[in-house]
T-cell receptor, first 120, second 107 residues
Framework: QVQLQESGPGLVKPSETLSLTCTVS????????WTWIRQPPGKGLEWIGH???????NYKPSLQSRVTMSVDMSNTQFSLNLSSVTAADTAVYFC??????????????WGRGHLITVSS | DIQMTQSPSSLSVSVGDRVTITCRAS??????LNWYQQIPGKAPKLLIY???SLHTGVPSRFSGSGSGTEFTLAISSLQPEDFATYYC?????????FGQGTRLDIK
């Protein structure tokens, strides 16, 4: 079955760029909206944005100036770059499969999550 | 952005109890409302979409209702594996937003 797996560094220095990749295995990356969601320690879920198979993106407005997402069809991967990070960006980052249907947006498949700590 | 507010924030319950969690949206979202379950250290899992439709494989003790701005998640008879945090999420428009979560603790 389709699985998602995040990969990337666990520690990023303040002011640097956080980079994560999500590998989609067992299925195609065509269709769907490939999504990043984060969760600060002990807190709730925050949608960061998504990218679709054609590279079209939609970002949370408050993060838009720092976020870039892209898709690599040949390797069935999609990625997140978040620039100028601060301690407030410390979180578990989830990749997820987003679906837009007649009942709106939902996320039916998630990666296990990847903790990123921003610290010098 | 559409604000999602859940109540209560936490609940102490026992196995076998019936549980009800409420989610309110800051504007009407029709039935574009989803519920997720998150066990500590794990990724969220989709339980209910479209306010009342059970996702594949979700036990029938879970049910959802509501429309407009007020929604409810009910668990008819709580099982040990149901102790988790539950989140609502509006799927009406981007930016997509989640409620702050409701944690179920063992009484």
């Amino acid at each position: 079955q389709v699985q998602l797996q995040e990969s990337g560094p666990g520690l990023v220095k303040p002011s640097e760029t956080l980079s994560l990749t999500c590998t989609v295995s067992g299925g195609s990356i065509s269709s769907y909206f490939w999504t990043w969601i984060r969760q600060p320690p002990g807190k709730g879920l925050e949608w960061i944005g998504h990218v679709n198979y054609s590279g079209s993106t939609n970002y949370k407005p408050s993060l838009q100036s720092r976020v870039t997402m892209s898709v690599d069809m040949s390797n069935t991967q999609f990625s997140l770059n978040l620039s100028s990070v601060t301690a407030a960006d410390t979180a578990v980052y989830f990749c997820a499969r987003g679906f837009l249907g007649v009942r709106g947006w939902s996320f039916d498949l998630w990666g296990r999550g990847h903790l990123i700590t921003v610290s010098s | 952005d559409i604000q999602m507010t859940q109540s209560p924030s936490s609940l102490s319950v026992s196995v076998g109890d019936r549980v009800t969690i409420t989610c309110r949206a800051s504007q009407s979202i029709s039935t574009y409302l989803n519920w997720y379950q998150q066990i500590p250290g794990k990724a969220p899992k989709l339980l209910i979409y479209g306010a009342s439709s059970l996702h594949t494989g979700v036990p029938s003790r879970f049910s959802g209702s509501g429309s407009g701005t007020e929604f409810t998640l009910a668990i008819s008879s709580l099982q040990p594996e149901d102790f988790a945090t539950y989140y609502c999420q509006q799927g009406y428009k981007t930016p997509i937003t989640f409620g702050q979560g409701t944690r179920l603790d063992i009484k």
